[in-house]
């Protein structure tokens, strides 16, 4: 009978000790403690003093056993052991999905001992116990008993799990942390329009690879005004091919033509200019590829310089409204091409268009709140338009409905009442109060009216300020010189003219310096992303480290990674930027997979200066077993990643490096 209502006390004070808010604080004090196993799931149970977790994203995990494809994206975590503090947050998602997808095991290890001690500490220190004082023999084993079973019925189980959501949570908010990251530098990259060729007037060519479909190609203008649309097939036999090779021939002549004429020259001229062309960098781009060799290498009139560009997303902009009433009569499929070649010119402009989940600029994305991180890429997306501006008279309604404080609805109305002559008419638009026009204006620019300062980053509210302080500085809104002429001497000058701004007007020397600095950018550099500059070596040295200048394409010849692991390392390969991550950033070089440039790869480059579409050049080091491709930046000269490698480097160090069509200044002599 003692021993019955002995085994009903324990379990009663087990539980209220499992409440005990002390206790459960000192337990979760432990967490640095705190060990976690993963194995490769085989179908069994956790062992002694281990506790497993199944998913925490609420979703009940499927009994199916993984794939092998999702046991070869895992194999990193089957036999891993870490403390908990230790593992990264890229780490703890992948250790996750592979849990959710029944790949790997997760189990806890802690030292049952020393998290008992101090549990018991905490109960002793509890206002609600009596126990530290007692000598009594029956209390000290209810207590000691009551204590055991509350760790390992209930406490275990239930801190291990939290200590896990804790760890998930933050880890899922730095994830849309890197992706909101990755959004803003890919919206803010420079346009290239001004860079094509060193005339802003230049047209380009915008290739959507294909197979049995075809390449969709599309020529521009440099404004990103469509002037040709075409399908180039040349999959089948030769004469196939040779077809696809003429009518690729023809654009590229077409586009050189339109730039020889629009520079003054005649049809005939080759001023040595190369002829841009933006490749996506979808299936079928190593085949695009050789085909823009296979024509440039039998007609040496034809240079070309190819920039990969990510066609992430432009299929979902072709089927949209906006791109069916702009291309009527096309299909979605043929317009796609039109997207990536707008995406070179103006990121902003065209990916604004597309909704930023797929832009594939995030990783582990599909395993995130999917309110939390479309609200998140949305203030983004809105943050970047703010910092930019618009020009209200030739922006899109996408963009425009980006500007903060107008919804989608105001955004029509000013889109219908277009052109506006000035600030002031948004005040004539239906719906479009003081107080919204006082958020939304700055933000909003008219070039050409009869307002100069309407074209400006300042405020209407500070118009008298800015007046003013133009005539102080001596400084013209037309005339870049002017306001670069104090630049020696620019924090006394600005602080000056800021104090006696202050005392005319009556506001802050804060408010009258910031006045001074939007005027400033406005005359000298009116767009911000001209202003953001690379950490990455941009000079046209070859030794220069990153640098892609004197780096050439990787080998037509080289399709696969097999391919790729028979020649390491390729030294002075030309990449592009697709994903920054905490442990590194991810690079398009020309294959099927992009390769990882680990942070330990990047030498004196900071990681976060690196931009989502940037082209630097890298050297291939590795190729795992998994078809894992590791680089290095090139200039450092980092070896090869494996023993096997460095062999094949050997007996290969005669062999083709990068040979794809490039311009003629990036050709290596």
């Known amino acids: 009978m003692l021993k019955i209502h002995h085994d009903k006390a324990v379990i009663l004070l087990a539980n209220r000790i499992a409440g005990d808010a002390n206790v459960i604080d000192a337990i979760m004090d432990q967490r640095k403690y705190c060990r976690v196993q993963v194995k490769q799931f085989t179908g069994g149970g956790g062992s002694r003093g281990s506790t497993k977790v199944s998913s925490t994203k609420g979703k009940s995990a499927s009994r199916k056993p993984a794939s092998s494809a999702t046991t070869t994206s895992t194999s990193t975590y089957h036999d891993y052991n870490n403390k908990i503090s230790n593992i990264q947050d890229h780490q703890v998602l992948a250790i996750r999905r592979g849990v959710d997808q029944k790949a790997l095991k997760l189990t806890f290890e802690l030292n049952d001992d020393h998290v008992k001690r101090t549990a018991l500490q905490a109960l002793h220190a509890s206002s609600n116990s009596n126990t ?42 730095r994830a849309i942390e890197v992706f909101c990251e990755n959004l803003n530098k890919a919206l803010l990259a420079p346009p290239a329009a001004e860079m094509i ?13 294909g197979f049995k479909a075809g ?128 995406r070179y010119l103006n990121p902003l402009a065209e990916l604004v268009k597309v909704p930023p989940k797929s832009l594939g600029l995030g990783m582990y994305q599909h395993d995130l709140s999917e309110k939390v991180l479309d609200e998140k890429l949305t203030l983004t997306s809105i943050d970047c338009v703010a910092e930019v501006g618009v020009d209200v008279n030739s922006c899109s309604l996408a963009i425009l409905q980006k500007v903060p404080s107008l919804t989608k609805t105001l955004a029509q109305k000013v889109f219908n009442a277009r052109p506006l002559k000035s600030r002031k008419d948004l005040l004539r638009v239906k719906g479009l109060g003081e107080k919204t026009y006082e958020n939304a204006a700055a933000f909003i620019r008219v070039a050409g009216g009869s307002e100069p300062l309407d074209n400006t980053m300042v405020h209407p509210e500070s118009y008298d300020l800015a007046r003013w302080l133009l005539k102080e500085l001596q400084w013209k809104l037309n005339d870049a010189t002017s306001a670069e002429k104090d630049s020696d001497s620019k924090d006394e000058v600005w602080t000056a003219a800021a104090k006696k701004a202050s005392k005319k007007f009556t506001v802050s020397e804060d408010r009258a310096h910031s006045v001074i600095e939007h005027l400033f950018f406005s005359i000298t550099s009116p767009d ?80 976060g200066s690196l931009l989502v579409g940037q082209d630097i050049g890298v050297d291939i080091l590795g190729v795992s077993k998994d078809n894992k491709i590791s680089l290095g930046l090139a200039g450092l000269n980092f070896p090869v990643d494996d023993a096997d490698a460095k062999k094949r480097s050997l007996s290969s160090a005669n062999g083709k490096r990068g040979d794809g069509p490039v311009s003629k200044k990036n050709r290596r002599k």
Request: proline share 3%.
């Open 132 to 173: 530290k004082n007692n000598n009594h023999s029956f209390v000290n084993k209810l207590y000691r008993d009551a204590l055991e079973d509350a760790w390992t019925r209930l406490l275990r189980k239930r801190c291990t799990s939290r200590l896990w959501k804790e760890k998930c949570q933050h880890a899922e908010l």
């Open 197 to 209: 060729g060193g005339d802003s007037n230049k047209a380009l060519l915008a290739l959507d690879p």
């Open 215 to 342: 390449i969709k190609a599309a020529i521009l203008s440099s404004e990103g005004k469509t002037i040709v649309l075409e399908t180039i097939k040349f999959l089948g036999g030769a004469t196939e091919r040779e077809e696809g090779k003429r009518k690729l021939s023809s654009l590229l002549e077409r586009v050189q033509h339109i730039n020889n004429n629009g520079s003054g020259g005649s049809s005939n001229d080759n001023d040595g200019d190369d002829i841009c062309v933006v490749l996506g960098n979808g299936h079928g781009t190593r085949e695009a590829r050789q085909l823009l060799q296979d024509v440039t290498s039998q007609n040496s009139n034809l240079t070309v310089d190819v920039h990969l560009v990510s066609e992430a997303g432009a299929s979902v902009w072709s089927v949209t409204e906006a791109a069916s009433d702009e291309f009527p009569k096309e299909t979605p499929a043929s317009i796609a091409a039109v997207s990536i070649g707008r």
């Open 528 to 607: 911000p992303r001209t202003r953001k500059n690379s950490g990455v070596a941009s000079t046209s040295s070859p030794a220069d480290i990153g640098s892609a200048a004197g780096c050439a394409a990787l080998s037509s010849g080289i399709s696969t990674a097999d391919k790729l692991r028979d020649f390491l390392p390729h030294r002075n390969i030309i990449g592009t930027v697709r994903n920054v991550v905490d442990f590194g950033a991810f690079i398009d070089f020309g294959l099927e997979n992009d390769g990882l440039l680990h942070r330990s790869k990047l030498g004196p480059v900071n990681l």
